[in-house]
C-alpha cells in the first residue's frame, strides 16, 4: 500500500482502568473499504469515537492524509475530509429529505442555517443542485420533496449516506449500517455504498453482518479485547482460528458467504 488515507498506529484508550483499546495499528488506503469487526464490547466504537474524536487517545497517532487528526476539534474533523453516518446523526424528521441532504453541506456553506434559506445566491443555489444530483444518482430522487420523517427506514438510512457525502469526505465512516433492515434493504444499501466507494470515498464500517462485510469489504480487521487479532480477507479471517475462538464457533455459518 502506498501512503495510507487513514493511518492509526499505537492507538490506546482505557476508562477507569479498564483497557478498551490497546496499542491498535490500522491503516486503510485511499479506494479501499475495510470492515472493523469483532464481539460485542471488543473496542469497535471506541476506535471510531477515537477517529472522530469524540475521545481522546491516551497514547497513538490517527493521521488523516498524512495530518495528524488529535488535536483537532471533532466539528472540524470534516473539514479535512472525515464523516461519519449512522449513529447519533439521524435525519431532521420535519425536514424534507432535500433539506436534509442539504445540512450535509454546511461545512462548506454559512452554517446549517444559511443551508436551509430559499437563497437566490449562487453557492445555495450550486449545493441546492448537488444536493437533488445526489439524490438523483442515489435513486433517491422521487423522496426529495418527502418529509424524513415519513421515510421508510431503510430509505432513511441511504438518505444518511448522500448527506455525509455532501461534505464531500475523503473518509467515511459507517457504524453498524446494517442495524435495523430487512434484506432487501440491506442489498439496497450496500448497491449503494458501491456506489459511493467507485466515487472515490473510502470506508470504514463497523459491522455485524458478516454477509454484508463481505459483499462490501475487500479487507477486514478483527478486534478481540482491543486488540488486532487478525487482518485479512473476509474470507481469510473466517478460517483463522483465533477468530472463530474469539467469535465462540458462531463465525464459520456467518463468514460463509464471504
Ligand atoms: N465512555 C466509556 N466509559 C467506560 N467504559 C466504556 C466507555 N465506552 C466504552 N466503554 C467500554 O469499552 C468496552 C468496549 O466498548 P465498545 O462499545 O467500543 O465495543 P464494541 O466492539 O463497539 O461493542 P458492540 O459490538 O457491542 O457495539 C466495553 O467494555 C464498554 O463497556
Do not use: W
Amino acid at each position: 500500500m502506498s501512503a495510507p488515507l487513514l493511518d492509526i498506529r499505537g492507538l490506546r484508550k482505557s476508562f477507569g482502568g479498564l483497557d478498551v483499546v490497546r496499542g491498535l495499528d490500522l491503516q486503510v488506503g485511499a479506494g479501499e473499504r475495510v470492515a472493523l469487526i469483532g464481539p460485542n464490547g471488543a473496542g469497535k466504537t471506541t476506535v471510531f469515537n477515537l477517529i472522530n474524536g469524540y475521545y481522546a487517545p491516551d497514547t497513538g497517532e490517527i493521521r488523516l492524509a498524512g495530518l495528524d487528526l488529535v488535536p483537532i476539534a471533532p466539528r472540524r474533523r470534516i473539514r479535512h475530509g472525515l464523516a461519519r453516518s449512522f449513529q447519533n446523526i439521524r435525519l431532521i424528521g420535519h425536514l424534507t429529505v432535500l433539506e436534509n441532504v442539504l445540512l450535509g453541506a454546511h461545512v462548506h456553506a454559512g452554517g446549517p442555517l444559511a443551508m436551509l434559506l430559499p437563497m437566490a445566491l449562487g453557492r445555495g443555489r450550486a449545493l441546492r443542485e448537488e444536493a437533488r444530483a445526489r439524490l438523483a444518482e442515489a435513486g433517491l430522487s422521487n423522496h426529495a420533496g418527502s418529509l424524513a420523517a415519513g421515510l421508510a427506514y431503510g430509505l432513511r438510512k441511504r438518505v444518511e449516506v448522500v448527506r455525509a457525502l455532501m461534505a464531500r469526505p475523503r473518509l467515511l465512516l459507517l457504524d453498524e449500517p446494517c442495524a435495523g433492515l430487512n434484506t432487501q434493504e440491506r442489498s439496497a444499501l450496500l448497491a449503494e455504498l458501491h456506489r459511493v466507494a467507485e466515487g472515490g470515498v473510502t470506508l470504514l464500517v463497523v459491522e455485524h453482518d458478516m454477509h454484508f462485510v463481505g459483499g462490501l469489504c475487500q479487507r477486514a480487521a478483527v478486534l478481540n479485547f482491543g486488540e488486532k487479532i487478525a487482518e485479512g480477507t473476509p474470507a481469510e479471517i473466517a478460517r483463522e482460528p483465533a477468530v472463530i475462538e474469539a467469535y465462540l464457533g458462531h463465525a464459520p455459518e456467518r463468514y460463509a458467504h464471504a
